[in-house]
């Protein structure tokens, strides 16, 4: 559903979307991140083996990764301290905390 949600913003703000993909696991995510090169990563916190930092640092941690040094928003539905924090540490670029205003998606 979020997903869907985001995609549906950014679609209204005009933003074409013909590579989008996505996905609902981090196995596969990670895959692409090393096989195409993207814009822009939109992730969530809670991705079942990983949480968005792991994520993160694995993406930013490895010089083989073509996705390096890509723009990553993290979004959470409970943006707590400890979380943020591990997140920003781990590279990620903007968190943003559920529901999401589509004016702070546009900034």
Not at 8 to 30: H, Q, R, S, W
Not at 46 to 73: A, M, V
Not at 76 to 94: D, F, I, R, Y
Request: charged share 25%.
């Amino acid at each position: 559903m979020m997903r869907r949600l985001v995609r549906e913003m950014l679609l209204g703000f005009g933003v074409k979307l013909p590579n989008l993909i996505e996905t609902d696991n981090v196995t596969d995510a990670l895959q692409h991140m090393y096989s195409k090169r993207f814009d822009l990563v939109i992730t969530d916190f809670f991705l079942g083996q990983l949480d968005g930092g792991d994520f993160t640092r694995h993406i930013r941690s490895d010089d083989n990764c073509i996705n390096r040094k890509i723009p990553i928003l993290l979004i959470t539905g409970s943006p707590n301290h400890e979380k943020v924090l591990k997140s920003l540490e781990a590279g990620v670029n903007e968190v943003l905390a559920k529901p999401i205003a589509p004016s702070a998606l546009y900034f």
